[in-house]
């Protein structure tokens, strides 16, 4: 992998991670079409720079998470059926499903899911207005909603502010949890991947590494904070759209090989 390769793909990182399109889908399609093996250490960047789209989060949202443990209860709740699910089904998923075919008809498939949601969505239905008021019981089904994104090209953020959206949240609400809930989830499975690739990383691929993280921890930053105000006064469904388009693109050059 070379600085230019790490750059790109920490830009695809940073804006895709928070943004209902689905990273992971746009990571394999890249390194599909750039010709990237997904070898060990490809994996292993893929992980550390997430921790960069991560960090992102915890510093926006760095006042609101200090001392707020009502909202940490939550978000720990709503990260278990992920995290059981994940540990149970994640490597037989990654070994079946992890192409650009899945990819693409998921993306056209919640493409399509993100538009009819929003067509039925009617504001004065969504009566939850933070994420501290979010229930137990609607935390634990957001994190099954979130379970949904071990398909590849499903979207996490997608999924969970999908699953929001039809729980009674408002936008903004649904977005902003969906941010949150990434760090114990992402924080998670970053650090189970480092742990089980750490020989991968060497002082010669560091100034790789260290590109891409930065570069995908800037994007990822630039991306949420347009995210929130483009909501407060638009709908999803211009992503519904794009992962329409994008998914039958792909699909179509593919199939032209």
Partial sequence: MTVIDSII???????????????????????????????????TFEVVIQLGAILAVVLIYFEKLKGNFTLWKKLITAFIPTGILGLLLHKIIEEKLFNPVVVSISLIVWGIIFIVIELLYKAKEHTIHKPEDISYSKSILMGLFQSLAMVPGTSRSGATISGG???????????????LLAIPT???ATGLELFKNYQTLSFNNLTTLIIGFVTAFIFAYISVKWLLKFIK??????????????????????FKK
Avoid: C, N, W
Wanted: glycine residues 10%; charged residues 10%.
């Fill in 9 to 43: 793909l920490g830009i695809i990182e940073g804006i895709t991670e928070f943004l209902p399109i689905s990273s992971t889908g746009h990571m394999i399609i890249a390194s599909t079409f750039m010709g990237l093996k997904q070898d060990a250490f490809q994996q």
């Fill in 165 to 179: 959206l039809i729980l009674g949240m408002d936008r903004v609400t649904a977005t902003e949890f969906s941010f």
């Fill in 186 to 188: 992402m924080g998670a």
């Fill in 233 to 254: 006064t638009h709908t999803f469904i211009p992503f519904g759209i794009y992962r329409i388009i994008l998914g039958l693109v792909v699909l179509a050059l593919l």
